[in-house]
């Protein structure tokens, strides 16, 4: 993965997560615009070296399938990535850290879970909205996930929608009371939340 200078196309540099280099999957720059988020690690946007290790996430190249994605929340505070298929046949559950740390803040699932594609539905789509975590799946299940302060995390279904092939990303109004997603045949369906309709 590289970063480049968009007025001059030069390669500004390299990224890297410990002694290898970033996979170019799914990343996220902070919003400061300071670190940038990988699968295994933070990474300093001017260097490109890795200023902190994802607490439980591996180092190195990693293979995301569809559902992979990592995400800051709006103030920079938490950083969210999982519903990652990977070889042979697991599923690494959903997980929030601390982006000033590096720890584990909470986790959806367990540690590595058997996939089965009758049961396991792929999330197309992560979002952190202050201390929860909006997923979204292939068929159209929006869930809001809780996971802030000392209580055990609490899931909450928020719509279903008859979403057709749904793609991330997802993205959220400023109140929070609707979201825009990509479709996979072109376009783009904005919700709103609170009815489960489409508004546009």
Same mark, same amino acid.
């Given at each position: 993965?590289?970063? !480049?200078?968009?007025? *001059?196309?030069?390669?500004? =540099?390299?990224?890297?997560? #410990?002694?290898?280099? @970033?996979?170019?999957?799914?990343?996220?720059?902070?919003?400061? #615009?300071?670190? %940038?988020? &990988?699968? $295994?690690?933070? !990474?300093?946007?001017? $260097?490109?070296?890795?200023?902190?290790?994802?607490?439980?996430? /591996?180092?190195?190249?990693?293979?995301?399938?569809?559902?992979?994605?990592?995400?800051?929340? +709006?103030?920079?505070?938490? !950083?969210?990535?999982?519903?990652?298929? !990977?070889?042979?046949?697991?599923?690494?559950? %959903? *997980?929030?850290?601390?982006?000033? *740390?590096? @720890?584990?803040?909470?986790?959806?699932?367990?540690?590595? @879970? @058997?996939?089965?594609?009758?049961?396991?539905?792929?999330?197309?789509?992560?979002? =952190?909205?202050?201390? $929860?975590?909006?997923?979204?799946? /292939?068929? #159209? /299940?929006?869930?809001?996930?809780?996971?802030?302060?000392?209580? +055990?995390?609490?899931?909450?279904?928020?719509?279903?929608?008859? &979403?057709?092939?749904?793609?991330?990303?997802?993205?959220?109004?400023?109140? $929070?009371?609707?979201?825009?997603?990509?479709?996979?045949?072109?376009?783009?369906?904005?919700?709103?939340?609170?009815?489960?309709?489409?508004?546009?």
């Amino acid at each position: 993965s590289k970063v !480049i200078d968009l007025q *001059t196309g030069k390669v500004m =540099l390299s990224l890297k997560a #410990g002694d290898a280099c @970033a996979a170019p999957h799914d990343m996220a720059w902070s919003p400061d #615009g300071n670190r %940038i988020a &990988v699968g $295994s690690a933070l !990474i300093d946007a001017h $260097s490109g070296q890795t200023v902190r290790a994802l607490q439980g996430r /591996e180092t190195g190249f990693v293979f995301p399938q569809p559902g992979w994605s990592i995400r800051f929340g +709006p103030d920079g505070a938490y !950083i969210a990535a999982g519903g990652q298929v !990977i070889a042979p046949n697991r599923l690494l559950p %959903i *997980t929030v850290w601390d982006a000033n *740390t590096g @720890a584990k803040v909470a986790q959806m699932g367990p540690d590595e @879970a @058997a996939y089965d594609p009758a049961l396991n539905r792929t999330r197309v789509a992560l979002a =952190l909205d202050g201390q $929860s975590l909006l997923v979204l799946y /292939e068929d #159209g /299940e929006l869930v809001r996930w809780t996971f802030g302060g000392d209580t +055990p995390p609490v899931r909450t279904t928020l719509v279903r929608m008859p &979403v057709v092939a749904a793609q991330p990303p997802l993205t959220w109004s400023a109140d $929070s009371r609707r979201f825009a997603v990509g479709n996979r045949y072109g376009g783009a369906a904005v919700w709103d939340v609170e009815t489960g309709r489409q508004v546009a």
